[in-house]
């Protein structure tokens, strides 16, 4: 599966998901995780809309892959790159295993086990180690 065929994907399955009633997921941050596995093309557009060097620590344990999310504000109340964020995120509050804590969520996504399959057949590492990588 080449890096175009993903990003159309994505942009694709966006696009079909129910918008949430939320400005930027304010409050609900805090409860986000860092160390998710993303997609190159997730990855890239992080990279970008945060522009220029980013610094991320290397993980020392993994511990740290349950630590907060390393996108949200200090204070956890907000995604510091929600227009950017990456699929795993945009399901929060509308797919069953993924509810909203605040009872916001519009409908919820029927198909969500079917997306995440499509999903797998990415290649995915954590932001850290597409970082890594170069």
Do not use: H, Q
């Amino acid at each position: 599966m080449s890096v175009s065929d993903e990003a159309r994907w994505l942009r694709g399955t966006y696009e079909r998901l129910p918008n949430s009633r939320c400005a930027g997921c304010a409050g609900c941050a805090s409860r986000c995780m860092g160390g998710l596995a993303i997609t190159r093309t997730e990855f890239e557009a992080i990279r970008d809309y945060l522009g220029g060097t980013i610094f991320v620590p290397v993980l020392r344990s993994w511990r740290e892959m349950a630590a907060p999310c390393e996108f949200s504000e200090p204070d956890g109340a907000r995604c510091l790159i929600y227009p950017v964020r990456p699929l795993i995120c945009r399901l929060f509050g509308i797919v069953e295993w993924l509810p909203c804590p605040r009872g916001r969520a519009p409908a919820l996504v029927l198909n969500g086990p079917e997306i995440m399959k499509e999903y797998r057949r990415f290649e995915r590492r954590s932001f850290r180690e597409w970082m890594r990588e170069g």
